[in-house]
């Protein structure tokens, strides 16, 4: 921080003083005085320390977004799973119901003196 502060006001002072150097960067070609220089190689260190810190939070925040979209997939799975095993409670005790009105009505049926059809096992 403090050599940034330091080469920018050199900057101010001194642009067009002492030697100048140039320094391609791409089509560009900028002046610099030695003291400039300096100052802009620190800038590019930063520059680069920067990029990566960002691809860095930007990676985090894409495992972060996978992590959620797994959690909620295993959580609409656990859900179904529970809805299966509730359709399949119900449908035993609707079973179970059926089962019991038939054997009331046979029993009924025994009382009265009607004939009644045998149960059949059915596999």
């Not at 940034?4 to 030697?19: L, Q, S, V």
């Not at 299966?84 to 449908?91: H, Y």
Request: aromatic share 2%; proline share 0%.
């Amino acid at each position: 921080m403090i050599a940034k502060n330091n080469c920018r006001r050199e900057k101010k002072k001194d642009i067009w003083e002492g030697e100048r150097e140039t320094e391609s960067l791409g089509n560009h070609h900028l002046v610099f005085t030695s003291m400039d220089l300096t100052c802009f190689r620190l800038q590019k260190d930063t520059n680069n320390n920067n990029k990566k810190k960002k691809e860095e939070e930007e990676q985090e925040e894409e495992e972060e977004e996978k992590k959620k979209e797994e959690e909620e997939e295993e959580e609409e799975v656990e859900e179904n799973k529970k809805e299966n095993k509730n359709k399949k409670k119900n449908k035993k005790n609707k079973n179970k119901k059926n089962k019991s009105k038939k054997n009331k009505k046979r029993e009924t049926q025994k009382e009265e003196g009607k004939e009644v059809s045998k149960k059949t096992k059915r596999g």
